[in-house]
């Protein structure tokens, strides 16, 4: 079985019985054959098959990798003093029985707490955008950005990731921003707690904070025919990112502007 159907089964109240911080944690590990299902008091049995029985179908395999990464990332963050780190990640501490920090990603709310994470009042529907908040949360923050702007060819080990970059946000942001009067696309970026830059020689530019700590500058070319020109777009990163954010899940969280992008473009 994988790590969702397990899931379901378990009461998802997160009660710690069984050992581990979350009912999604202690999923994910009885799935991969290393915990017993009996320590949850509260799993339903029926059709129970686990790791030991059929393995899971290949089209299973990455989403159930995603879904062990939350499980220990989950745990790491239990661990965490919630007080220190909202300052450094730009958050709000909410207190209470179960505290919780708020930080804005992408124009939408975030709540995270050590055992729920909800993104504008629910459960993010991407589980890459719960590894890219826990991401976040774990790495403990740091100073407020520089703002001294440069191309991710620019920070270590990104060479891999450059086209992935080109392919999944720029071309489709110069292409998007391409078929947008202007006016539009001023008002998708504001709608993401942008706000527009000058830049000279650029047709537009916007700094838009995808984090509190994690600000990307976009910066727009319009073709021209006459010259032969393509329209271009190219995404900035502060020098200081990867103090907040692994490679890996800033280009995803570049990837996710662009789709952010897409949505409200397409809305009348």
């Known amino acids: 079985m994988t790590p969702f159907e397990i899931l379901k089964k378990t009461p998802r109240t997160n009660c710690g019985q069984c050992g581990h911080p979350t009912c999604l944690a202690f999923a994910a590990a009885v799935a991969k054959g290393g915990d017993d299902p009996g320590k949850c008091p509260f799993l339903s049995r029926e059709g129970f098959v686990t790791a030991s029985g059929k393995g899971a179908a290949l089209e299973e395999l990455p989403a159930q990798r995603e879904v062990e990464l939350i499980a220990h990332l989950q745990g790491k963050i239990a661990t965490l003093d919630f007080a220190v780190l909202a300052d450094p990640l730009g958050a709000r501490l909410l207190p209470g029985r179960e505290p919780a920090l708020a930080f804005r990603y992408l124009g939408q ?126 995404v900035l990163f502060d020098r200081q990112v990867l103090s907040f954010l692994d490679l890996e899940s800033l280009v995803f969280s570049a990837e996710r502007l662009a789709d952010r992008l897409s949505v409200l473009l397409a809305q009348p």
């Not at 993104?119 to 403990?140: E, F, K, M, T, V």
């Not at 450059?162 to 942001?173: D, F, I, M, N, Q």
């Open 109 to 234: 709310e975030v709540v995270l707490a050590k055992n729920s994470l909800l993104l504008d009042n629910a459960p993010p529907a991407d589980h890459r955008d719960q590894i890219l908040l826990y991401n976040y949360a774990h790495s403990g923050g740091g100073t407020e950005p520089a703002l001294d702007w440069i191309g991710l060819e620019s920070l270590p080990n990104s060479i891999s990731k450059v086209k992935t970059l080109a392919t999944y946000c720029e071309s489709r942001l110069a292409l998007l921003f391409t078929q947008s009067p202007a006016e539009r696309i001023r008002h998708a970026c504001t709608a993401l707690d942008g706000l527009e830059k000058k830049a000279e020689g650029a047709s537009l530019a916007f700094l838009i904070p995808v984090l509190p700590r994690v600000p990307q500058h976009i910066f727009f070319w319009a073709e021209e025919p006459e010259d032969g020109f393509v329209a271009k777009a190219k």
